[in-house]
């Protein structure tokens, strides 16, 4: 966790940064800066320790950055959120090995993907059972080009009455699996992964201030997880053995590397929230990043003494609703959301004791809490080396998309 001296210094850098800029910048201004990216690239590869790891484009959604992430020693191929994602990302040369996370049933990408050979065999789909299969077939009259697919295996923690983890997939046995293996040797599809994301080990903070009983609670079920699930995927591995040769097996995410690479089964990771750190990955007892994502936001008003006001802010995330969703005020420190207003979408009050020594025009820095959301905000991403700002790059948005 970065101290009160280290934000002020972050402050200063930032605000140089921009001042330095040729011309104004827009806001909020989204920053990322590369040498902490950088480090935290290559901390993933070490704690990956050999196994591959595929850059989570959802977590990015800035290409320069998905490419930036992929030439790093360590890492191959990207796992997309849509299917019209990933076939923007291989008609754009970003990658040549794709894998859609979720089942798709966008026709309009799916008649794209069976007309094009080359991003055929470049696309692998996500499946998790027949009507999947059945989308794919509704919209083709011919089965010439073969469909790359992989089975969503569930990886949540099975505790009887309940499960515990993110409630993704219905193939929760190897029983199930090889049944829907033995249905996808039909015409036209071609089995060749498994994706098992065991998200309430790799998404779940486990070390968090004030909360010591929760996050006590929370390590013991990831332990719980992490044994379950190895079980699992050997069962799940041994079935699939009697259908198909795989060609590759994914899990994990930033907060879990390494208890996925060593598992026997599993041939590569993902991640992606690990290069850019939110907020949400703050408070982890296997790994400490560098936050490496800020946006910025100008004083507008002093209403008070103690009081900053900005102009925007609430960028709020994605998940169950809470203070942890919310952007944290970072630098300089010593600043906090009202519990009145919180993050306002056109204006945010701060209060603490850097409050006072902010003048109108200063830029205040954020942290958004979900990595990559903060760049559906806005087109451009500036990029961050030193000193200065090296670079300005579009963001998806900038490019004129919305996945």
Do not use: C
């Not at 469909?147 to 990886?155: K, T």
């Amino acid at each position: 966790m970065a101290s009160v001296t280290e934000r002020n210094q972050l402050w200063s850098r930032l605000t140089r940064a921009v001042a330095g800029s040729a011309e104004p910048l827009p806001t909020p201004t989204m920053v990322v800066d590369l040498d902490a990216f950088d480090a935290n690239a290559d901390d993933l590869a070490r704690r990956a320790g050999g196994t591959p790891i595929r850059v989570a484009s959802k977590s990015l959604r800035v290409p320069a950055l998905v490419s930036r992430a992929l030439a790093h020693p360590g890492f191959a191929g990207v796992l997309a959120f849509t299917l019209a994602e990933a076939l923007w990302l291989e008609e754009n040369g970003v990658s040549d090995d794709i894998v859609v996370a979720y089942p798709t049933v966008d026709r309009g990408a799916l008649a794209r993907l069976v007309a094009s050979p080359r991003a055929a065999d470049r696309v692998t789909l996500m499946v998790d059972s027949v009507d999947h299969l059945d989308v794919v077939d509704s919209i083709r009259t011919s089965k010439a080009v073969p469909v790359r697919v992989a089975i969503d295996v569930d990886a949540s923690l099975d505790l009887g009455l309940t499960r515990v983890g993110p409630r993704r997939s219905p193939v929760t046995s190897a029983s199930v699996a090889e049944s829907l293996a033995r249905h996808l040797q039909r015409p036209g599809f071609r089995l060749v992964g498994v994706m098992t994301y065991e998200g309430q080990v790799a998404g779940v903070p486990d070390q968090v201030p004030g909360q010591r009983l929760r996050s006590a609670v929370v390590r013991r079920l990831k332990t719980m997880s992490v044994t379950q699930l190895a079980e699992r995927r050997a069962s799940v591995a041994e079935g699939l053995a009697r259908v198909a040769e795989l060609e590759f097996w994914n899990a994990g995410g930033s907060g879990s590397i390494e208890s996925s690479a060593a598992d026997p089964v599993v041939t590569e990771l993902t991640a992606g929230s690990g290069l850019l750190v939110p907020g949400l990955f703050d408070h982890y007892r296997s790994f400490e990043p560098q936050p490496a994502a800020y946006f910025g936001l100008p004083v507008t008003r002093r209403p008070d003494d103690r009081t900053a006001t900005v102009h925007g802010g609430g960028l709020v995330a994605s998940g169950p609703s809470g203070t942890d969703r919310l952007p944290v005020p970072w630098a300089p420190a010593g600043l906090s959301l009202t519990g009145l207003e919180g993050a306002g979408e056109v204006q945010t009050p701060l209060t603490g004791p850097a409050a006072g020594m902010l003048s109108v025009g200063d830029l205040v820095w954020f942290r958004h809490a979900k990595s990559g959301e903060l760049f559906e905000h806005t087109t451009t991403a500036h990029l961050l080396a030193g000193d200065e700002l090296v670079d300005h790059v579009p963001t998806y948005r900038g490019h004129g998309l919305a996945f």
